[in-house]
């Protein structure tokens, strides 16, 4: 439908949004990839030297990458699933009638609007702690051994805590899209007599599967980046992602080499995980 | 709502929903609790709630301490001014995206998303140095564009979803009739928009509000926002608790408060968008 | 449309403006958000009162983020600030890169603690001024030791402390005869088992800085450590550090605490801890060989090179670091909240002799010696750390791989492989293995 005068100004429209973000990955891409061949210790200026793929070399053999990327995906793998599945049921409920909605929304909603470090300071010290805990207060009046959570399961708390925050992005989004379906069309559905399952997968599925599209690329960007919830519980030794290990290198060595290369790695490795999710869930999006 | 339901039924969803928000919101509340405590109670456990001597001295030492008002207002401008710099450059590229849509649209989309990949620490010292030169380190205007580059692809995704769902039969119509491209987006599109826009303004004030690497990293004092304020009292020597309670209260409070006279706006919004 | 257009001019105009109005003389001061920092904030205008042409605006940050702030902005010369509260393992290095200016206004610099003021001389030249000191000591409760039937010598042997904390457990009743640090980190945990193993005559690196984690007496440390925190730790010891061995401590279920001299002055603080009146001090152990497990730490406040308002900013440290501000915190808030650990003249003074830790204190900062750290010689500098730009990356790895054993992921001869092997890698790399 397009003309050829709307197309122009179609790219004259697009061009300076193409061109800010061209600017800002290009200026410091290009300063982290000279960097990344330098050694440039920040405690040590002035001796910069080139040194080629040294970085490259010490972080890709760094025993802690290859867990790093294991993280990086568990952590991204989970919430996502965590998220989208919890998100598609919470959503559900709420869609349900139900007194005092609004108020129930917000209280679900809410733990979005939390800064990341409040949220990891919380849980680790208030929700979590294996002595002055709630969840150890709890399971110690029922009887049962508190769990220690950072010391046996620090990637599972990562995860949880996260997923905390995520969930209600998701659920809200989804909500959303549930109360778009057509009213009338659930009310037939109803009166059919329509078996819950076959409502689910006839009706609510197709009409989730874009919503559900744009929560997982947009949480998936997120997620890859998650930092502060792993460096704030002190859990970077076992639960330390890609994110983490950047930073290790960048602000407790001090080596901007050594967080270049690592910055690099972690780009090329974000960038292969959206291309197999574009192949996966990409075609939801047309139309 | 307007389904017949039965009570029973209501009820007992009512009850489930209630039981499963109560779980979630939990460590808010309790954050807030804890907030008006004493710090020697707030490491109590099992946790002391009859007998506590309930305060606010926390809020009291706070206020003393900080000046949570400049704070808090630089968190404002830093969300509302990155959100509208974003949504200036980012109202005509998604709506070039959805209307006037090319070879490489997805992709320049996709693109545009892959530039929040780098860990934020990777890309620290170039940025650091950059700012330095350009004399914008603890300035509004620096950090107001850099949560604008940041939040940029995301308002441009969302945008173009919603516009997405508007009909380009509406578009084709207003064209037959003559109107120019400036008539067309002022009276066609935008009125079939603001919901979209409104949604997506409120989504990233809330990403703006929480970003805190870079507003941690940039600013020092006159720019710095609420993310500081936080970093002022965690993990201090000593108890904190009840401290850092009353001020993560006083930091999340304004964006709840927006959250609930905004939800409603936000619910109707996206319905709209992305998500039909 | 329209309002949004104004909204994003507007600001913008008002962070361009707003960006460019500045007083005369201004210090920014960057500093930690400990207990005595924030008390100085409070009397400040005892400074601005005889300095009326100066202003101060503090930029007040937990340890890490303000330490990533710092060591960005001197080695960038960003420029932000014009006072840094760095630590004593910041000062060696930084002096020596020429990053700070030397002081010349501290008051008295003889008075000052020789073991403190040691490590922060470069060349002859004080680079910083030592706020407060502090060392690591026992803290123990008094009635959990007469239970025991046991009495805390005033400066016990590790045996000693094995077997008090022994007796001193009783799980059942939520007490455990021992809380150390476990949290992984240079400055949490490694702070602590550094410390530790000087006693048990381990050090870092010999002469070659070649690291020494296969040696028997790293072995013999971590192997206490491990085993009395197995018998007699609390739960998630792992990620204790000190605020989350506090809290236990506070709440009554620690038996001994090892940890920084400042928790004494919380420990018997009766509004926020249980048992005040029941806490007992002792010298940080040892096992015989002349070496004592304590550290010793100082915040200070200095000048980055470079800085446009060196005069005003010597002024305010050397007010801040003055015996006149001793005192006037003493005449405030009372003798047990002035800063410790810097002064000679304060330990002489008989009102903060009366202080019930202010002589395990002194004895405490006395007996570490950061230039002879351990029984064997070492090519560093401090007691609880290796004052080389390395260190905080490497400390903390090492750090991890020890919280992991004390968790029980990894046993100790793995994890004194995998120490000595990360050591080797990251000097290796930082050039002083060839």
């Known amino acids: ?40 210790n920040l405690l040590d200026p002035g001796n910069e030297s080139f040194i080629g793929l040294v970085n490259y070399k010490y972080f890709l053999s760094d025993p802690a990458f290859l867990s790093a990327l294991g993280n990086s995906l568990k952590i991204v793998g989970s919430v996502l699933a965590i998220s989208i599945i919890g998100g598609v049921i919470l959503a559900l409920l709420l869609d349900q009638a139900i007194y005092g909605r609004s108020f129930v929304r917000l209280m679900v909603i809410a733990p979005f609007f939390v800064m990341p470090t409040v949220s990891a300071l919380v849980w680790k010290n208030m929700m979590m702690h294996p002595v002055q805990g709630v969840l150890a207060w709890l399971s110690q009046t029922f009887g049962l051994e508190p769990i220690d959570w950072f010391t046996h399961h620090p990637l599972l708390a990562v995860i949880i805590i996260v997923a905390w925050q995520w969930l209600p992005f998701a659920t809200l989004i989804l909500l959303t899209a549930l109360q778009s379906m057509d009213e009338e069309q659930k009310e037939a559905a109803e009166m059919d007599g329509t078996p819950p399952l076959s409502y689910f997968r006839y009706m609510v599925v197709p009409h989730l599967a874009r919503p559900i599209t744009v929560v997982v690329l947009i949480e998936t960007i997120f997620l890859l980046n998650v930092f502060a919830e792993i460096y704030v519980t002190g859990s970077g030794g076992r639960a330390g992602n890609m994110p983490y290990l950047v930073y290790f290198q960048g602000l407790l060595n001090f080596d901007v080499g050594g967080a270049s290369a690592g910055g690099i790695i972690a780009v090329i490795l974000a960038n292969i995980v959206a291309f197999f999710l574009m192949r996966m869930i990409g075609k939801n999006l047309e139309g | 709502m307007a389904r017949a339901v039965p009570k029973s039924r209501r009820w007992l969803m009512t009850i489930i929903a209630w039981a499963i928000a109560f779980v979630i919101f939990f460590p808010i509340l309790w954050t807030i609790i804890t907030s008006f405590k004493t710090e020697g109670d707030a490491v109590l456990s099992p946790p002391d709630l009859l007998t506590a001597g309930w305060t606010t001295e926390s809020y009291g030492v706070v206020q003393d301490r900080s000046n949570y008002f400049k704070f808090a207002m630089n968190s404002v401008m830093l969300a509302l001014g990155s959100t509208a710099f974003a949504l200036l450059l980012a109202i005509p590229a998604a709506w070039a995206m959805a209307f006037a849509p090319g070879k490489r649209t997805k992709d320049l989309l996709m693109w545009m998303l892959s530039t929040k990949m780098m860990p934020p620490v990777g890309a620290l010292i170039p940025i650091y140095l950059i700012f330095r030169d350009l004399h914008l380190l603890d300035t509004r205007g620096g950090i107001i564009t850099v949560l604008m580059l940041l939040n940029l692809p995301i308002i441009i995704w969302m945008l173009y979803t919603y516009f997405k769902e508007i009909p380009g039969e509406i578009l084709e119509a207003s064209r037959m009739d003559g109107a120019s491209v400036g008539k067309e987006l002022i009276y066609v599109l935008a009125p079939m928009a603001i919901p979209g826009i409104a949604s997506t303004v409120l989504l990233n004030v809330i990403l703006a509000w929480n970003e805190a690497f870079w507003t941690l990293s940039l600013t020092t004092k006159n720019a710095a926002p609420l993310t500081q304020f936080i970093a002022s009292y965690s993990s201090p020597e000593g108890l904190f608790w009840a401290k850092l309670s009353a001020a993560s209260t006083m930091a999340i409070a304004p964006i709840l408060v927006l959250g609930w006279f905004a939800q409603k706006q936000l619910v109707r919004g996206l319905t709209f968008g992305a998500v039909k | 449309m329209k309002t949004v257009v104004a909204g994003v001019l507007g600001s913008l105009m008002f962070a361009a403006l707003s960006g460019t109005a500045l007083a005369e003389t201004t210090l920014t001061i960057a500093t930690v958000n400990n207990g005595d920092m924030i008390r100085m904030q409070g009397l400040t205008d005892d400074f601005t009162k005889a300095n009326p042409d100066i202003k101060l605006e503090w930029v007040t940050l937990e340890e890490n983020v303000l330490r990533e702030k710092v060591t960005t902005d001197i080695a960038t010369k960003g420029g932000q600030f014009d006072v840094l509260t760095i630590g004593t393992y910041e000062v060696p290095i930084w002096g020596k890169k020429g990053w700070l200016v030397p002081l010349t206004g501290v008051d008295d610099p003889a008075d000052l603690l020789p073991a403190i003021a040691g490590g922060l001389t470069v060349d002859g030249k004080l680079m910083a001024s030592p706020f407060y000191g502090e060392s690591s000591m026992v803290m123990y409760r008094t009635d959990l030791m007469e239970k025991a039937g046991l009495k805390m010598p005033d400066a016990p042997t590790w045996e000693f402390i094995r077997q008090a904390a022994d007796k001193m457990t009783d799980k059942a009743a939520g007490v455990y005869g021992i809380c150390l640090r476990g949290k992984a980190g240079w400055g949490e945990n490694m702070a602590f088992l550094t410390a530790t193993s000087n006693s048990f005559g381990a050090r870092w690196f010999d002469e070659n800085w070649k690291p020494q984690f296969d040696q028997p007496e790293w072995k013999a440390t971590m192997q206490y450590y491990l085993d009395i925190m197995k018998a007699d730790g609390p739960p998630g010891a792992a990620s204790n550090g000190f605020n989350e061995n506090l809290a236990l401590f506070n709440s009554g279920k620690c038996g001994m605490w090892i940890d920084a001299t400042v928790a004494a002055s919380f420990v018997t603080n009766p509004k926020d801890s249980k048992v005040a009146d029941k806490v007992g001090f002792a010298l940080a152990p040892d096992n015989g060989l002349g070496k004592r497990g304590n550290w010793l730490w100082a915040w200070t406040l200095a000048i980055p090179a470079g800085s446009q308002k060196v005069d ?84 903390t790895t090492v750090g991890q791989i020890f919280s992991a054993a004390l968790a029980g992921e990894k046993t100790l001869d793995q994890a004194l492989t995998e120490a000595q092997d990360a050591a080797t890698r990251e000097m290796t790399k930082a050039g002083y293995i060839k």
């Open chain 1, 1 to 40: 439908m397009a003309t050829q005068h709307t197309r122009t100004l179609g790219r004259m429209a697009v061009a300076p949004s193409v061109l800010a973000l061209f600017l800002w990955m290009i200026v410091p891409l290009g300063m982290t990839i000279y960097f990344s061949f330098l050694r440039y």
């Open chain 3, 312 to 395: 005003a900013a010597q002024k305010f440290i050397g007010w801040a670091t003055s015996k006149h501000y001793t005192e006037l915190v003493a005449g405030k808030e009372g003798w047990a909240n002035v800063p410790p650990g810097t002064r000679s003249s304060l330990y002489a003074n008989p009102e903060y002799q009366k202080v019930p830790f202010a002589k395990m204190t002194l004895d405490s900062i006395n007996a570490a010696d950061p230039v002879h750290p351990s029984v064997k010689p070492v090519p560093y500098v401090g007691v609880q750390f290796v004052a080389i730009p390395e260190f905080q990356g490497l400390g």
